[in-house]
């Protein structure tokens, strides 16, 4: 099958399919879902009720808003905001404040409850930035990773997470993912070309690496899911059997698999750069010429895994540290060694991939045999 190689047409069939799944219907429906929301301003606050426990707040702000969107626009209803005592969750609101709020309309009359902040104009702001950015200087290869970005976010929402939840296998769907996600991030970037197809098959030899350290160092560290945020209240309260396992296992290749693809994408450009200034080449020489841009890029991508991690966990370090925890603790604790092997076992894929692609440059770039000069 020969490939069509104009990008914009790679652009417009990723921005169909893109808008297609869009428009998939949710897996999950509950009562909250059928409750319209809208953005309301903070006209009034009450505090009277709101029980200060240290840092944090028990009660509730009785607030009156003005509603700024919706059937019932310009209404002024009374909404309260609940607090449970979660700096990590609850919010203080004060007049002028814009909130996301439920409205909740009743025989009674119109109240609301008020869900958060609402920050949609600043992270539509930031988001069409990158864009703009990414498409400024990268030109279009920059716009086809801004649209590969909105893809995979899409993938991820509503085709992804619905999969799972109807109860596919979580490691073959994810390695499914990976396989269309792969495809279409360096198809995007890259065009439908040796180069992209080197990048391609270079990534997926890292991640496939990846998965197998992961699943051997799940079992030897003696991890589960357990330790993943959120993993007790999707399997208590919403009443859905997920293998712990294999979800850890998902995390722990998902999360490094763009890192890896990075990484293979660099060398597949340069092995491109080098064979396009020197056409004779010799199958060997292309080989050692990617593993040199490789070893550039591993020294300084692991360190990126380890400090974004690091930056992650940065104020349970600063706990541990203030109150004097002993490392050997530290070092042995189930949540800490997970991170420590996801982050390792990503370096792994990383460094795997460094050869792997470069052997599949020299391959397929120069077409001669591996051992002529």
């Avoid at 706990?319 to 604790?333: E, K, R, S, V």
Wanted: hydrophobic letters at 50%.
């Amino acid at each position: 099958m020969r490939f069509v190689k104009n990008k914009w047409t790679h652009f417009l069939v990723i921005i169909i399919l893109s808008a297609l799944f869009l428009m998939l219907p949710e897996v999950v429906e509950n009562d909250s879902k059928v409750i319209p929301r809208a953005q309301v301003e903070i006209l009034s606050v009450n505090n009277d009720v709101l029980d200060p426990i240290g840092i944090v707040y028990n009660g509730a702000q009785d607030c009156i808003v003005r509603i700024n969107e919706g059937e019932h626009k310009g209404k002024e209803i009374p909404a309260q905001n609940y607090m449970n005592a979660a700096l990590d969750k609850d919010k203080l609101f004060k007049p002028g404040d814009k909130a996301i709020c439920m409205i909740h309309d009743r025989e009674s009359g119109i109240s609301g409850t008020l869900v958060d902040h609402d920050r949609r104009a600043v992270m539509i702001l930031l988001v069409l930035l990158l864009f703009v950015m990414l498409t400024i200087f990268g030109g279009t290869s920059g716009l086809g990773a801004s649209i590969s970005l909105a893809f995979t976010a899409i993938v991820i929402w509503k085709v992804y997470i619905p999969l799972m939840l109807k109860g596919f296998p979580p490691v073959v769907t994810a390695i499914g993912l990976i396989f269309v996600l792969g495809i279409v991030m360096c198809v995007l970037v890259a065009g439908a070309n040796k180069r992209a197809l080197t990048a391609i098959l270079g990534g997926f030899g890292g991640t496939a690496v990846t998965i197998l350290l992961g699943a051997l160092f799940t079992k030897l560290f003696m991890l589960d899911g357990g330790v993943l945020p959120y993993i007790v209240p999707l399997l208590s309260q919403s009443g859905m059997k997920f293998n712990m396992n294999e979800l850890f296992l998902c995390t722990i290749f998902i999360g490094n698999a763009g890192a890896v693809i990075d990484l293979a994408m660099d060398i597949a450009a340069g092995c491109t750069e080098v064979i396009t200034h020197a056409p004779d080449i010799s199958a060997r020489k292309l080989f050692m010429s990617g593993i040199n841009i490789g070893r550039m890029d591993i020294g300084t991508m692991s360190n990126t895994l380890v400090m974004g991690y690091a930056g992650g966990f940065l104020s349970m370090l600063l706990y541990f540290h203030a109150q004097g925890t002993p490392l050997i603790d530290i070092l042995n604790y189930r949540f800490v060694v997970a991170e420590i092997m996801v982050t390792l076992v990503g370096c792994f894929g990383l460094i795997s991939a460094a050869p792997l692609t470069s052997f599949i440059a020299a391959k397929i770039m120069t077409g001669k045999p591996f051992l002529s000069e």
